[in-house]
C-alpha cells in the first residue's frame, strides 16, 4: 500500500501544481498535509524592525583605567604582619600590612598600611619578616566591577567607530553571557603587523565574571536603520552569492 500511498500523493501535489500560472511553477513547491508535517515548516509574519550593522572583532578583557592601586611603606623597616592573602576581596581601609621601623625605640616604632581601594588581591611580594623599603610595591589590589574590553578591530572599520557606540562581547570563559560595553576611546596608532586598531571599551562587571586576560568577541554596532523588512536567519536559503527564502503561497494548500 505504501507505494500507492506515495503516487496518490504525488499525483495529488502534481494536479494542484498544474492550477500554477507557466510563470510561477518553476519558483514553486506544492506539498501535500503529510509533506508538511513530516518536513516540520514553520510561518513567520515579516515584519518592520530595526536593523544594526555591526563589525566584527576580536580582543580581551584587560583592567580599568584608574583600577589598579600599590601598595608601598614611607618608611624602611621589617614587615611584621601581612593580612592579605592573593586572590582574596579587600575593602578600602582594611588593614592591609603592619611595618615595623628600623628607628630605635622600644618597642621600635610600628605603621598600618590599609588597603587603598575595594577590590581583589593580585599580587602580594612581601612576607612577615621581610626587610621592606620605600621603592618596595608590597602588594596590588585590583578593582574588577568595570573592565575595559580592547578589541582589535581591522584597519579597514576603524573608520567607522565613534566614541558611545555600543557593542556585545561574548566571552568563551562565560558560557551563556552576552555582556554590554560602551566605547570610550579608539587608539591613535595602528598595528602594522596585524592591520588592526585598538578600541577600548567599558563593560560593567558587577558580577566579577571578566577577567583581565580573558578573550572576548566583539559585535560592535556601529549604524541602524528602522523600519526594515527582516525574516528569521534560518529561513535564508541558498549560498552566500545566491539568497533566497521561501514564502507561504496563501492561494494553494501546502
Not at 579587600?90 to 628607628?103: F, H, K, L
Not at 612576607?127 to 581591522?154: F, H, M
Amino acid at each position: 500500500m505504501k507505494p500507492l500511498i506515495l503516487i496518490l500523493s504525488i499525483l495529488g501535489a502534481l494536479s494542484v501544481a498544474a492550477q500554477i500560472p507557466g510563470s510561477r511553477q518553476a519558483n514553486t513547491v506544492v506539498l501535500d498535509a503529510a509533506g508538511e508535517r513530516n518536513l516540520r515548516l514553520a510561518t513567520e509574519v515579516s515584519e518592520p524592525r530595526e536593523f544594526a550593522e555591526t563589525v566584527f572583532a576580536l580582543g580581551r578583557i584587560d583592567v580599568y583605567p584608574g583600577s589598579r592601586a600599590v601598595i608601598s611603606s614611607r618608611i624602611a623597616g621589617a614587615a611584621k604582619e601581612v593580612f592579605l592573602i592573593h586572590d582574596h576581596p579587600v575593602q578600602t581601609g582594611e588593614p592591609a600590612i603592619i611595618i615595623e621601623s628600623r628607628q630605635v625605640g622600644n618597642p621600635p616604632p610600628r605603621i598600618t598600611l590599609s588597603a587603598p581601594l575595594t577590590g581583589l588581591v593580585s599580587k602580594v611580594h612581601v612576607v612577615p619578616g621581610q626587610p621592606v623599603s620605600p621603592d618596595d610595591t608590597l602588594a596590588e589590589i585590583i578593582d574588577l566591577s568595570k573592565v575595559y574590553a580592547l578589541a582589535r578591530v581591522p584597519e579597514q572599520f576603524a573608520s567607522l567607530l565613534r566614541e558611545g557606540q555600543t557593542a556585545l562581547l561574548n566571552v568563551t570563559a562565560v558560557e551563556g553571557d552576552d555582556f554590554p560595553a560602551r566605547l570610550e576611546h579608539l587608539g591613535v596608532l595602528a598595528d602594522p603587523i596585524s592591520g588592526t586598531v585598538e578600541a577600548a571599551f567599558r563593560v560593567e562587571n558587577p558580577d566579577l565574571k571578566l577577567r583581565p586576560g580573558m578573550r572576548a568577541e566583539f559585535s560592535i554596532r556601529v549604524s541602524s536603520r528602522n523600519d526594515v523588512i527582516s525574516v528569521p536567519r534560518e529561513a535564508l536559503q541558498g549560498t552566500p552569492a545566491n539568497r533566497f527564502v521561501y514564502v507561504r503561497d496563501f492561494e494553494l494548500p501546502h
